[in-house]
């Protein structure tokens, strides 16, 4: 698990961690998907493999033991392209690069969530062609 310091930029892009995810990882609710989304980047960034799951809708959830934390993988930035919010449900596209091994990767997905009690999960992806 990585340790941010209170005042180091989010690894979403926000300017202040704390201000930023840190508060839904230390337990508020995201308002929104794309927030949720932005929260659950910075948590596979920082290894928090618990509020991944945590936030994953239970229908759709992988079990633990395959969303062990890569240290291998370093992500390098996170690019949303669209939040299509619709009532309690919506989708968020978005662009994160990394690398493995010293190659560069770039992950584009279209993310489904839902919204029950109050509170948004991520059901699942697709991934549009490059062009």
Same mark, same amino acid.
């Given at each position: 698990m990585v340790i941010i310091e209170k005042k180091t930029a989010c690894p979403c892009g926000?300017?202040?961690y704390t201000q930023c995810c840190g508060r839904f990882h230390g337990g508020t609710l995201p308002d929104t998907a794309e927030q949720l989304m932005r929260s659950r980047y910075s948590a596979y960034v920082m290894?928090?493999?618990?509020?991944v799951r945590q936030t994953w809708y239970p229908r759709t959830q992988p079990a633990q033991d $395959?969303?062990?934390h890569d240290a291998a993988t370093k992500w390098l930035g996170? $690019?949303?392209?669209?939040h299509v919010p619709m009532g309690d449900e919506a989708t968020v596209e978005f662009v994160a690069r990394y690398k493995v091994g010293g190659r560069a990767h770039r992950l584009h997905e279209v993310s489904r969530f839902v919204r029950e009690d109050g509170k948004w999960f991520y059901v699942n992806g697709s991934f549009p062609e490059r062009k």
């Open positions: 926000g300017t202040n290894g928090l493999m618990d509020y $395959e969303l062990a996170l $690019e949303v392209k669209k």
